[in-house]
């Protein structure tokens, strides 16, 4: 390690002088990926501020993502983009990098064919503005109608007067938790969880408080003990293939995760995006308990990344709150694309391209299967996404250091846990992102020599 302490200045604000004296050493390459800070009582006595001081200068440093602490260990480098070359793997040019970082819907080539006549279709509607107008100011009935469509294709019959449209999930999101949550309340949610998710958690005043998983996902014992512990007024949930660990709840998962809600008096929030894509069909947890659920249903991942529409199925108590809220959210773009996934839904068009997005991801899954093997490997054939556990001794932040060097972008596991919390090595790998199948293969063949590498070595390598 090295860390020069002889540039720290004497005045100014402590804590941000330490954090600059943090980030400069990682950007300059001084702290490698994976290294290990010195302790912050250690560090303190030698800059002679108080400890307080470097904890915060700490917390700030996690927080941007530079460093990142596990308990009983440290703290620890977290890999970014501006690093030094690696000699065994040298660095790719950047226009050859295959980005497996950005967790996209999948491209499918019969896709270009159904745009080009649904935009034929949408010139011949004469009514079709008519029906948008006054989409600016409130979510148009359209939208309400395909959602009804979009969950009777699941098996829930939801009328309208429940659903309303959002303008992505991150506008479901937000109009959920300001309705449904209230500021210093608990969220229970899974240990690991998408970033973004966290934040619009926590900008709404809610604490987190993370669940314990195991291969179906969130364990409904630590939903219990959470309740008990921590007396969380909600949860939230993504039972199905979720991001970023592809795990999958099996009904009775489910009924489980219901019966705890049920008994605790817990509101809760269900993600999913990925229900159309499973050959089985599984019941939703807000179906089993729909008196205290928020269903909140992505379009994208099956039908198209170019429709942006979310929609969201409420208790009847709080719909019209919901719908106030989604409306300060969307506009005349999300009324549109409402009737496009309406029109898709009518005319069997969303069967097409949900069928050839199962294919195309099936064929994926198997060329990461092979090449990577099962061996730590979370996936599934209907998943956009694998999570990968690295071998003992490994760390996931110079693996992802050295997969960008070969020209793979993919994401640290560290990314995804909650504060405070801490698990495995892990790496999740986008393969619903790489351009064709060709463009995946290539990818994966420096990840397998990363991962038979370290079979190969056996010691740790930090």
């Avoid at 440093?61 to 703290?75: D, F, M």
């Avoid at 010139?123 to 395909?146: M, Q, T, W, Y």
């Avoid at 729909?290 to 709080?318: G, K």
């Avoid at 986008?430 to 038979?452: F, K, Q, T, V």
């Amino acid at each position: 390690m090295t860390l020069d302490l002889s540039g720290f200045p004497n005045g100014g604000p402590r804590s941000l002088a330490v954090f600059d004296l943090i980030a400069k050493a990682i950007e300059t390459g001084d702290l490698a990926p994976g290294e290990r800070l010195p302790s912050q009582r250690w560090l303190a006595e030698q800059l002679g501020v108080a400890l307080g001081t470097v904890t915060r200068a700490y917390r700030k440093a996690g927080e941007r993502g530079l460093i990142r602490g596990e308990a009983g260990r440290g703290s620890f480098v977290t890999w970014t983009r501006r690093r030094q070359s690696d000699e065994n793997f040298p660095r790719a040019p950047s226009d050859h990098l295959i980005d497996l970082a950005r967790n996209r819907p999948v491209a499918v080539p019969e896709e270009k064919d159904i745009w080009q006549a649904t935009f034929e279709w949408m010139a011949r509607n004469s009514d079709l503005a008519a029906r948008l107008r006054g989409g600016d100011r409130a979510p148009s009935s359209s939208l309400a109608v395909a959602g009804r469509r979009w969950l009777a294709r699941l098996g829930w019959e939801m009328p309208e007067t429940r659903i309303v449209g959002c303008h992505g999930v991150g506008a479901a999101l937000d109009a959920v938790l300001g309705v449904g949550g209230r500021p210093g309340q608990g969220l229970a949610m899974a240990a690991s969880s998408h970033p973004a998710v966290v934040r619009r958690v926590m900008e709404h005043g809610l604490t987190p408080v993370p669940l314990r998983e195991d291969a179906e996902g969130v364990l409904p014992q630590s939903l219990e003990d959470a309740c008990s512990e921590s007396k969380p007024g909600l949860v939230l949930l993504e039972p199905t293939l979720g991001d970023p660990t592809t795990r999958l709840a099996s009904g009775y998962r489910r009924e489980q995760l219901a019966t705890v809600a049920r008994d605790h008096d817990l509101s809760v929030i269900e993600l999913d995006g990925n229900l159309h894509l499973l050959d089985e069909r599984l019941p939703t947890v807000s179906r089993l308990v729909p008196e205290r659920a928020f269903f909140i249903a992505d379009t994208r991942f099956a039908l198209s990344a170019s429709v942006r529409v979310a929609f969201v199925a409420s208790p009847e108590s709080v719909h019209e709150r919901i719908a106030a809220a989604a409306a300060a959210r969307s506009g005349l773009a999300t009324a549109l694309a409402g009737e496009v996934v309406g029109g898709w839904i009518d005319s069997g068009v969303a069967d097409d391209l949900t069928s050839a997005r199962r294919r195309e991801l099936s064929a994926r899954h198997a060329i990461v299967l092979g090449a990577l093997g099962d061996r730590g490997l979370l996936s599934h054939p209907a998943a956009h996404q694998a999570w990968l556990h690295l071998p003992r001794g490994r760390r996931s932040e110079l693996f992802v250091y050295r997969a960008e060097q070969a020209g793979v972008a993919i994401t640290d596991g560290a990314w995804f846990r909650l504060p405070g919390t801490q698990a495995g090595e892990a790496v999740r790998i986008c393969y619903g992102n790489a351009i064709d199948r060709g463009s995946l293969s290539r990818a994966m063949e420096p990840l397998r020599l990363l991962l038979e590498e370290d079979r190969r070595s056996g010691p740790p390598l930090l």
